[in-house]
């Protein structure tokens, strides 16, 4: 039987090794059952152990109201990540939520620092897979790391999506599997990549309505 906690541990150091998580930037969690592991302030992916993750509950409120996580219903051991209102959230948005990933990668990182192409989502269809995968990709207005509003926000927020983009900061994706996540996480990558190539380009062919609509509703994503 698969070992969720380690699922997670190989996810991080891949997608470190992908590029996508410098130094100690980042950071994700894992659900089993009630109980939420994160990983702990200050650690980084590329290297992190199990002794290194923090646990808490879905509900601890010290951790869905505060920055700085650490008191309330969190185990003893390291504190989690003072991101932990901003995963807790996404789990609060879906109860098949299982994994939630947060990164600064590059191009994610440049794209949330750009307009968004529409109000749904910050990426324009420039090709199928982000809409296989993810659909809707928001960007939230930035606000300090950590800052519990800006995680009310994102649990708050009226569109349906998997991902979003947090203004000047990074992406955050959830998924009903670690792997899920991971693919997910990678997408929203490609994505900003793939529009930040074509730049100000007026000439990209766009996907149609047709082909959009034929997409989502062929793998079951939202938009719109």
């Known amino acids: 039987m698969s070992d969720p906690v380690q699922d997670v541990l190989d996810a991080g150091r891949a997608l470190a090794a ?24 200050g650690t980084s992916l590329a290297t992190l152990e199990r002794e290194q993750m923090a646990r808490t509950t879905l509900d601890d409120r010290s951790a869905a109201g505060a920055g700085d996580a650490g008191a309330g219903d969190a185990a003893p051991g390291p504190r989690p990540t003072k991101e932990a209102p901003l995963h807790l959230a996404m789990y609060a948005r879906d109860d098949a939520y299982r ?42 207005p930035y606000a300090p790391p950590g800052d519990p509003a800006q995680a009310e926000a994102v649990r708050q927020h009226p569109l ?52 959009i609509a034929a997409l989502v509703e062929k793998y079951g994503m939202p938009w719109g």
Do not use: K
């Not at 994700?28 to 109980?35: A, N």
């Not at 191009?107 to 750009?114: G, K, M």
């Open 18 to 41: 992908y590029g996508m998580s410098p130094g100690s930037s980042g950071n994700l969690s894992v659900r089993t059952g009630e109980e939420v592991w994160m990983s702990a302030s």
């Open 99 to 140: 994994c939630v990933i947060h990164l600064h990668s590059p191009h994610a990182v440049a794209a949330s620092c750009l307009p968004a192409w529409r109000e749904h989502t910050a990426f324009a269809p420039l090709t199928p897979y982000v809409l296989m995968r993810v659909g809707n990709v928001p960007l939230v």
């Open 160 to 211: 349906r999506f998997h991902g979003v983009l947090l203004g000047n900061h990074g992406s955050v994706v959830a998924g009903r599997t670690v792997a899920e996540a991971v693919d997910r996480a990678i997408e929203v990558e490609e994505a900003a990549r793939t529009q930040l190539l074509l730049g100000a380009r007026t000439d990209a062919r766009l996907l149609t309505d047709a082909e």
